[in-house]
């Protein structure tokens, strides 16, 4: 960028014949004409002569590299965008898909739930999970480490897609509150950054889980970074394959470091409390 | 390059500006909502799931 813009006032100069008068010399020091625009006027005075003398090929080099120029100075451009897009823009788009995301879900909350259909014969299975469609909301999370306003929606699935509009559950992993492993992904950097401070959570801190009538407090149990390939951290039972779960918990997972797909910092939590809409809030959101 | 471009713009002297204004308009949307998302699924930091 700074080799192609010093070349400006150059090229301009050669469009207006060299007028020694012309501005833009790009010398940011006014004050001292000799020491700062003084070899530079000189070499372009020259230059735009030989340019009168109306010489073809050199027509053509200045073209060239001004095209060049323009080129890279576009280039430039186009990265700086998309490090505004990356920092700001995704920011922006998950911000309103998070507000939409909230209104959802408190429409859908304050619906009655429909009765519990009498089973016409004694049901030997339990009742399965409700089916959330991916990309919709499943529950709101509340951190109180990150804040009295931190309240991402979780939405249903990881694709790149679900993951733009909040951090998403991984489907077939439990639902809150439920025996097994809540396992939910989440943008460290862009798209609303949920995840951002993940690593400032500490053994203790409460995760407290919001769903249509209960709030489920988690307490965070470890964290700890690992390799991309260890699923087995997403398992009912973290870790052991093919048990049994017999407490409920939950497992963040993010990427680590920030701006990185090497590694992934995982926190995992433990159910220790469920309340009741109707009781009031948690103590763990009462208290901070 | 844009010297040629702005020369060839469509419209009076005076409305030029505006169709270079709107042109660039146009070109930053089409950057935001379709190139730069399909550019960002090969950047590592949407990677944070677990298995890849």
Known sequence: MGRAGSGAPAQRQSLDGGDPSAPGDGSPSGGEPEAGGGPLRRRVRGRGREGGHGRERRIWAGRLARGLSELLITAGVLVGLFLGYQLWVTDLFAARTQDRLHHQLEQAWSRPTPPAVAPAAPRVTPLPPPVVPLGDGVAILRVPRLGRDYAPVVVQGVSAADLRRGPGHIPGTAMPGQVGNFVVSGHRTTYGKPFNRLDELRVGDAIVVEVQDRYYTYRVSGSEVVTPNRVDVTYPVPKHAGATPTKSLITLTTCHPKFSASHRLVVYGELVDTTEKSAGLPSALTAG | ?52
């Open chain 2, 1 to 52: 390059m844009y010297a040629w471009l702005y020369r060839h713009l469509p419209g009076s002297r005076r409305a030029r500006p505006l169709v270079a204004a709107l042109l660039l308009l146009g070109v930053v949307v089409l950057l935001m909502f379709v190139v730069f998302p399909a550019v960002e699924a090969v950047l590592p930091n949407g990677r944070v799931t677990m298995g890849s």
